[in-house]
């Protein structure tokens, strides 16, 4: 598991804001519309939609944004506007490899902007392709669980055609393939609430950081993240559970 995913179990423990909890509705608002303009505001028939409007009830956005947001990307509501898919590849400090994935109505601004947080962390941007081949799509499923429960909710996940299971201090993580998360997603809601599912980007190999040079790639992470268009972010990093909990101390 990569430090990122654990990084991102201490940011649901820390919770949201309500500023914060704005700006994750209109992240969710952009990727349904984009969803919905490319494969058709039908979930059934849109995989992609259908995660979309999933990720969006487990932010608790009300249904009628849902709804907004599909008939804007479908062509029927009004102020959709020029929404333009952006993917940044490129390295951190300490040669981490981060991938970071947009979606914007002003191509020149998200540029600006990632490019100057990549330059004011001691990173680079990379053509295209110098950093995907290190990632691959896989279906991510996190839920909270210890002990017993834990074992047995990685049965039910492997049983249901899970790639792999890892149970970690207080949590498991399920990884899929990204056609079975729903599927296995399911089984598991049956037994026990989900944190979190998704398709992500997740690294064939990392790179182990400790200490303040974990914490630095982290809070550059966290600050691409908060950049508006800014989507999803990637990374190939990883730092022991004695970081993690120095993380979780002082987050």
Known sequence: MSGHSKWSKIKRQKGADDAKRGQIFTKLTREIIVAAREGGGNPEANFRLRLAIQKARDANMPSENINRAIQKGTGSGEGAGQLTEITFEGYGPKGVAILVQAVTDNRNRTVQEVRSLFTR??????????????????????????????????????EWGAEDVKIEKGYIEIYTKPKDLEVIRKAIEAKRPVSSAEVLMEPKN?????????????????????LDDVQKVASNLDFSEATLEKLKASA
């Open 206 to 226: 990392t790179v182990l950081l400790e200490g303040e040079e974990a914490a630095k790639v982290l809070n550059f992470l966290e600050r691409l993240e908060e």
């Open 121 to 158: 962390f001691g990173g680079s941007l990379g053509a295209s392709g110098s950093v995907s081949w290190l990632f691959e799509n896989k279906g991510v499923i996190t839920v909270d669980a210890t002990g017993k429960e834990a074992e047995d909710l990685a049965m039910t996940a492997i």
